[in-house]
Structures are given as C-alpha cells and as structure tokens.
C-alpha cells in the first residue's frame, strides 16, 4: 500500500488514523532519509494517542522517549546516531519492543540483526515536488490484518 502526503498537515493525520488500530505490543519501523516525515508521522501516531505533538522531538541523543502517561505507552526510538546494533541491547530494548507498549522506530534499519520479525514497515521518501511518498509493507500476520484496516481508515 502506498500513498501520497501533500504537506506534513497530511502526515500528521496519517499518523493519527494509524494510531487508532495501534494496541498493545505494536511495533512500527520508520525507514527514510533526513527530512522525509518520519518524526512527523510519528507526531501524527503520538496525537492520536493522546500525546501532545509539541512534546514529541527527535530522540536522536538518547535513543528513546518515553510516552507512559497513556494506555498502551509509547516508545519513540531514533536511532540516527546508532552506529552497531550492540549499542541499543544495553538499553533493554526488548523491554520496549515486546511488553505492552507500542513502539514506533525511526531509522529502522539500523537496528540490523535486531529487527523484528514482525513489525509495520512504513517507508517515507522526498519527492522532487515536495510532497512525500509513504509505502506501507506488513512483516508478519498481526501487520498484515492492521495493513487492511489502515487501508481501510486512511482511504474513507
């Protein structure tokens, strides 16, 4: 599934209308250069949870914030500056991935032999046109259900 954001006024509701088919042990792995929308889809996901976006920012020095003043918490990694996957095992990650929270993951692919098994893959890409091009892929049976449904919820 792919589709169009127009403005990040677009991706935030993006963002918003995934949040609402998030639960509990969701993990959503942002891939995309500088500049390409990921912290404002996140923004967008952190909105519908009930989270201040102003209070969302890149985590990019501590690797991770945490949201828990919401049912299930939030988990914002950016691992920009990650150098070796190794580096983020000492954090506990999988603390964060698998125990109750949603988890969304700027520069996923960082994470290397550490990524999921299953997991929403959103990629994000800068069009010459200035508007973004967000492709969704389901790793897994559990994305491949919450694909349909944002399909479902983004298109009506």
Known sequence: MQIISKSPKDTLYIGKRISK???????VCLFGNLGSGKTVLTKGIASGMRINKEKVVSPSFVLIRQ???VNPPLYHFDLYRLKDPKEIIDLGYEEYFYNG?????????RLGF???KEYLKVELSLRKDLTRLIKF???GARYEKLLEKINE????
């Open 67 to 69: 949201y828990t003043k």
């Open 101 to 109: 929270g949603v988890a969304v993951i700027e520069w996923a692919d």
């Open 21 to 27: 088919l998030l639960k509990e042990g969701d993990i």
């Open 114 to 116: 550490l990524l999921p």
């Open 153 to 156: 919820s983004i298109r009506h």
């Open 137 to 139: 892929k389901a790793q």
